[in-house]
């Protein structure tokens, strides 16, 4: 049985104001991401991961590399080019508002259907989703390969990816409409979201047991769910 942990990376120089970062703009964490991934990685200390994976775009692969290398024993981390965030095209680097004052026609257009309007130069909700569906299935063969379907107390998989990467997977895992992947999800930074694959069903019959906790972030006395 596959248990996978899900999280986005923290935050960068440019999350404010939030904008489109996707492939082509590959920055690092600030300081304040880099606390939220020290964070992220206490919360997770004591749970023993079978391995952990990041996109290959620094701020992910940083937010991940903090959590194997400050782990009891620290553990080696492998990079997947299907984590990668969404490809923005044109909008790359731009704000909402940016995007608004030039191109919002389109902009209506593809919020209305991000699953088969390309974002202008860039990809779709449907692009990214055939990369999350294929690393869902890699997983699934490898893990079934080593573990038998009863073992229900093989170690989890964590994978540090990104926002809209991680909804739409989250849309793949529950067999929901990719093209609602934005009305339906919010995945904020160093968050964690499960998926437990019990059913041997596939790529797209998870069971969805936990959804953007940030806990470990966020301060006591702050409504959990704002």
């Given at each position: 049985?596959?248990?996978?942990?899900?999280?986005?990376?923290?935050?960068?120089?440019?999350?404010?104001?939030?904008?489109?970062?996707?492939?082509?703009?590959?920055?690092?964490?600030?300081?304040?991401?880099?606390?939220?991934?020290?964070?992220?990685?206490?919360?997770?200390?004591?749970?023993?991961?079978?391995?952990?994976?990041?996109?290959?775009?620094?701020?992910?692969?940083?937010?991940?590399?903090?959590?194997?290398?400050?782990?009891?024993?620290?553990?080696?981390?492998?990079?997947d080019?299907?984590?990668?965030?969404?490809?923005?095209?044109?909008?790359?680097?731009?704000?909402?508002?940016?995007?608004?004052?030039?191109?919002a026609?389109?902009?209506r257009?593809?919020?209305?259907?991000?699953?088969?309007?390309?974002?202008?130069?860039?990809?779709?909700?449907?692009?990214?989703?055939?990369?999350?569906?294929?690393?869902?299935?890699?997983?699934?063969?490898?893990?079934?390969?080593?573990?038998?379907?009863?073992?229900?107390?093989?170690?989890?998989?964590?994978?540090?990816?990104?926002?809209?990467?991680?909804?739409?997977?989250?849309?793949v895992?529950?067999?929901?409409?990719?093209?609602e992947?934005?009305?339906?999800?919010?995945?904020?930074?160093?968050?964690?979201?499960?998926?437990?694959?019990?059913?041997?069903?596939?790529?797209?019959?998870?069971?969805?047991?936990?959804?953007?906790?940030?806990?470990?972030?966020r301060?006591?006395?702050?409504t959990?769910?704002?």
């Amino acid at each position: 049985m596959l248990t996978l942990v899900l999280t986005r990376h923290g935050l960068t120089p440019r999350s404010t104001p939030e904008q489109h970062l996707g492939q082509r703009i590959d920055i690092e964490l600030s300081d304040a991401g880099r606390a939220q991934a020290r964070a992220l990685a206490a919360r997770l200390a004591g749970i023993p991961f079978e391995q952990i994976v990041a996109s290959p775009l620094v701020r992910a692969r940083e937010t991940a590399e903090i959590v194997a290398m400050t782990r009891p024993t620290p553990m080696q981390l492998l990079v997947d080019p299907r984590l990668a965030e969404m490809d923005y095209g044109e909008w790359e680097g731009k704000t909402y508002a940016e995007i608004d004052a030039t191109d919002a026609a389109r902009r209506r257009a593809w919020e209305a259907d991000p699953a088969t309007i390309r974002c202008p130069g860039g990809e779709s909700a449907e692009d990214v989703a055939e990369r999350a569906t294929s690393f869902l299935a890699g997983l699934l063969a490898k893990h079934g390969d080593e573990h038998p379907a009863s073992d229900t107390t093989a170690p989890p998989v964590l994978a540090v990816a990104h926002s809209s990467f991680n909804r739409i997977l989250v849309c793949v895992a529950l067999g929901l409409p990719v093209r609602e992947f934005r009305l339906r999800f919010q995945q904020g930074q160093v968050n964690l979201t499960v998926l437990r694959f019990e059913h041997g069903m596939g790529p797209s019959d998870a069971r969805l047991i936990l959804l953007n906790d940030l806990a470990h972030v966020r301060p006591v006395a702050e409504t959990p769910w704002e």
